[in-house]
Structure formats: C-alpha cells, structure tokens
Nanobody, 126 residues
Framework: QVQLVESGGGLVQAGGSLRLSCAASGRTFSTYGTGWFRQAPGNEREFVAAISGSGGKKAYADSVKGRFTIFRDNAKNTAYLQMDRLKPEDTAAYFC???????????????????WGQGTQVTVSS
C-alpha cells in the first residue's frame, strides 16, 4: 500500500504559477513511475504529466507542454508539478498517482497507475 498526499493547490490569477507536491509513503518511491492527472467538474480525469522512477524520462500532455514541469526528489519521496503561465482552463482538481510496475514508465494512461492521492484544487481566475 502506498499513500499519497498532494499539496500546493490554491487560487491564482491567469499567468501566475503554482507548485504542487506529492508526498509518498514507503521506501521504494524511486522505483515507481509517477503521474499527475486533473479533473474538472463534468469532465473525465485527464493526463497532465508523468515521470519515470529515476526521473530520466518525462511525458506531458500537449495542453501543458512548455508551461508545466514534472520532477521528483527521491530522497524526499516527493514528486512535484511546477505550473507556470497558468490559464483559466487549467482549473481542476489535480491528482498524483504511482505505478508499481514502472519499467516502461512514464505512463500516459491512468489504467497503469495503482495508487492515487485525494487531490488538490487549482483555480485560475481570468
């Protein structure tokens, strides 16, 4: 069992920045692929970004490429999502997730993820 706790969400004006954190329990965090997803009311949960266990491979949704950066600090069992130049359409609940079978990570499809956090709300005002 892996417990994930997201933090860092909030209200920000368009063009601003936020950094989300995902703190994980356990001692093998460096072996897990990690992803960030988001879900706006009435919408499906969608992929945002993902990173391999070592941090050497990353993937981004086209809608956030060039604005968001995913990275991790395995010594702190924490993954991050740096969000810059935020837009109102980025408003959503953001969730982190880990994939235990991570050899082929980063994964874009949420079906590959085994554990999920409770989410943190990001609201971008225009």
């Amino acid at each position: 069992q892996v417990q994930l706790v997201e933090s860092g969400g909030g209200l920000v004006q368009a063009g601003g920045s936020l950094r989300l954190s995902c703190a994980a329990s356990g001692r093998t965090f460096s072996t897990y692929g990690t992803g960030w997803f988001r879900q706006a009311p009435g919408n499906e949960r969608e992929f945002v970004a993902a990173i391999s266990g070592s941090g050497g491979k990353k993937a981004y949704a086209d809608s956030v490429k060039g604005r968001f950066t995913i990275f991790r600090d395995n010594a702190k069992n924490t993954a991050y999502l740096q969000m810059d130049r935020l837009k109102p359409e980025d408003t959503a609940a953001y969730f982190c997730a880990v994939a235990l079978a991570s050899r082929r990570s980063p994964f874009i499809d949420k079906i590959n993820y085994d554990f999920w956090g409770q989410g943190t709300q990001v609201t971008v005002s225009s």
